[in-house]
């Protein structure tokens, strides 16, 4: 599997790190940094990009193994994995939360949750506050920074932090993505007047 992470072939090389991901190493190994970075690739790869007519591969066959990389890379971030590091695969994330594959956009914000740097918090709530998104895309990437707040604390400057509480106060938006905004906003556990605000507000309406 290690020898095969060098293949030239995109099906056998996806297909060795996505088995050796899966399979969550204990210890440390010379090709890690090769799965996650085939693991990014793979994320990377979709039907509606221009073929590059190499053996064996489609349209078809790019969105699985995106999907599959985006299914594997969550639960190395989920269990804490110690040996694959996901930081290095953080630009294909945040490019993939900008994906028009919902399943894609929902993962790859759920992912981000567990790395540790403002990008990638900024990330998930670029994506919760984009108006264009579908609601279940905006719900789940705000669940999602509620995770990322729960562990890794808040990382958004007072900008975004003043739009998420715009929108959690505001009276024109569905209640379950307002409410969604709202669990989001209290997990990142501000130590500000805006908190006891909201609470009445909420309490009022």
Same mark, same amino acid.
């Given at each position: 599997?290690?020898?095969?992470?060098?293949?030239?072939?995109?099906?056998?090389?996806?297909? %060795? $790190?996505?088995?050796?991901?899966?399979?969550?190493?204990?210890?440390?190994?010379?090709? +890690?940094?090769?799965?996650? *970075?085939?693991?990014?690739?793979?994320?990377? &790869?979709?039907?509606?990009?221009?073929?590059?007519?190499?053996?064996?591969?489609?349209?078809?066959?790019?969105?699985?193994?995106?999907?599959?990389? =985006?299914? #594997? @890379?969550?639960?190395? $971030? &989920?269990?804490?994995?110690? /040996?694959?590091?996901? +930081?290095?695969?953080?630009?294909?994330?945040?490019?993939?939360?900008? +994906?028009?594959? @919902?399943?894609?956009? @929902?993962?790859? !914000?759920?992912?981000?949750?567990?790395?540790?740097?403002?990008?990638?918090?900024?990330?998930?709530?670029?994506? %919760?506050? $984009?108006? !264009?998104?579908?609601?279940?895309?905006?719900?789940?990437?705000?669940?999602?920074?509620?995770?990322?707040?729960? #562990?890794?604390?808040?990382?958004?400057?007072?900008?975004? /932090?003043?739009?998420?509480? =715009?929108?959690?106060?505001?009276?024109?938006?569905?209640?379950?993505?307002? %409410?969604?905004?709202? *669990? %989001?906003? !209290? =997990?990142?556990?501000?130590?500000? &007047?805006?908190?006891?605000?909201?609470?009445?507000? &909420?309490?009022? +309406?």
């Amino acid at each position: 599997l290690a020898e095969a992470l060098s293949f030239d072939s995109k099906a056998v090389k996806f297909s %060795a $790190a996505i088995a050796i991901a899966a399979a969550g190493p204990k210890q440390a190994f010379p090709e +890690s940094k090769l799965v996650v *970075a085939n693991l990014a690739e793979a994320l990377a &790869q979709s039907s509606e990009q221009p073929s590059d007519n190499a053996p064996m591969w489609s349209g078809s066959l790019a969105d699985t193994y995106s999907l599959r990389a =985006a299914k #594997v @890379m969550l639960k190395i $971030a &989920q269990t804490r994995n110690p /040996v694959l590091d996901l +930081s290095p695969a953080q630009d294909a994330l945040i490019a993939a939360t900008k +994906s028009k594959r @919902m399943e894609i956009q @929902m993962l790859a !914000g759920q992912i981000l949750a567990y790395l540790n740097t403002p990008a990638a918090q900024q990330a998930i709530i670029t994506m %919760a506050m $984009a108006e !264009g998104n579908s609601q279940d895309i905006r719900v789940s990437a705000f669940g999602s920074l509620a995770v990322s707040a729960k #562990v890794n604390g808040n990382k958004l400057d007072d900008a975004a /932090v003043n739009a998420l509480y =715009a929108l959690v106060s505001s009276k024109d938006i569905d209640p379950n993505l307002r %409410a969604a905004a709202a *669990a %989001a906003y !209290g =997990a990142l556990n501000l130590p500000s &007047q805006k908190v006891k605000t909201l609470i009445l507000d &909420q309490a009022r +309406s």
